[in-house]
């Protein structure tokens, strides 16, 4: 049986329940859960103060449960990147560990990268996803199937525009502005050649646009073979807008780098979002609008070179999301909004 501890390392759990409901899916599931003793800790916003978390951080690494899961994001792990042994976290990675989460869970998965070339897994986390009074119809089975080694590559709708671009590099990315946090810190893991993929939540496109550009302005989108636009969801339209949408900033973007932006890739504060294994080889290629990203094993850290295509598209538009067990097009599944 697979082994699970859960953890709260950022926001605090405003209440008990939902854990206790995902804890009991996830062992319906087929896992061996176990709750970690400061979970449910609180120090003002936080699951507990920075001592705790730290030390919760290296308690898991230390215990090396098969999947170390997030109760929930939030803000927090910023304030402990300082602070971490990162050779315990890199270890307890070397042993076994898979380390899932999305939102500020990006801060430890990039910091792993850039202190061990560890990989960890962008996916679910436990209260908001299997914590409800019900859960989406895909998320859980991808989650089981990546944390036992069936998943091999995820399939998802993009715009048209596209055919024919295949590109194999690092998979990376996560949270918009917290991986953009990082940059120019000695935890951001410098990569070239990879496959970028990013989402946010309560964030106005000009917002978005503006880490973008940073992004773009420090060289880091030029040096990429593609970039997987996620959802970008829960942000107010201002009247100031007048036409100024997601669209048009995925177009501007576009106008200033080579690098294909892929739209529709099935991840970020949605109920319906893959597993993808972060600071792993990976291969994209696009058939029609059907895009497949695929990838070997979690522990190959193996970079590989390929040239990539210059492709702009045109509408971001609804996804069809989808994961699936190989290379071969992916089965259609429900739409996440």
């Not at 890199?90 to 500020?104: L, Q």
């Not at 099935?266 to 972060?278: A, M, N, R, S």
Request: glycine residues 10%; neutral net charge; contains cysteine.
């Amino acid at each position: 049986m697979t082994s699970l501890t859960l953890f709260t390392p950022s926001g605090v759990v405003a209440e008990a329940a939902p854990l206790k409901r995902a804890a009991k899916r996830l062992a319906g599931w087929g896992f061996d859960v176990t709750v970690d003793e400061a979970a449910l800790a609180r120090h003002q916003r936080f699951a507990g103060d920075d001592d705790q978390r730290l030390a919760t951080l290296h308690r898991l690494a230390a215990e090396r449960p098969s999947v170390a899961l997030a109760t929930r994001g939030g803000y927090g792990l910023t304030r402990l990147l300082d602070r971490i042994d990162w050779k315990k976290l890199v270890r307890s990675v070397e042993h076994g560990t898979r380390w899932v989460g999305y939102s500020d869970m990006t801060a430890l998965q990039l910091g792993l990268l850039a202190h061990g070339k560890a990989p960890s897994w962008a996916g679910p986390l436990a209260c908001s996803d299997f914590g409800g009074d019900t859960v989406d119809e895909v998320t859980p089975d991808c989650f089981v199937e990546a944390m036992t080694g069936q998943l091999e590559a995820v399939g998802f709708r993009t715009e048209e525009g596209f055919d024919g671009v295949e590109a194999t590099g690092k998979l990376w990315g996560g949270n918009l502005c917290v991986l953009n946090s990082l940059l120019g810190t000695p935890h951001w893991p410098k990569v070239k050649n990879g496959i970028l993929f990013l989402e946010d939540v309560n964030e106005h496109p000009y917002r978005i646009e503006r880490n973008l550009l940073q992004l773009h302005q420090a060289g880091v989108l030029d040096k990429q073979k593609a970039i997987l636009l996620g959802s970008f969801t829960d942000f107010k339209k201002s009247p100031l807008d007048r036409g100024y949408t997601l669209k048009t900033v995925v177009a501007h973007l576009r106008s200033l780098t080579r690098t294909p932006i892929l739209t529709g890739l099935p991840f970020g504060h949605v109920p319906t979002k893959v597993c993808l294994p972060v600071g792993v080889k990976a291969t994209l290629a696009v058939q029609g609008r059907d895009a497949f990203l695929g990838w070997a094993t979690p522990h190959d850290h193996d970079h590989h070179d390929h040239d990539h295509h210059d492709h702009h598209g045109h509408d971001h538009d609804g996804h069809d999301h989808a994961h699936d067990h190989g290379h071969a097009p992916a089965k259609r599944t429900k739409r996440s909004r």
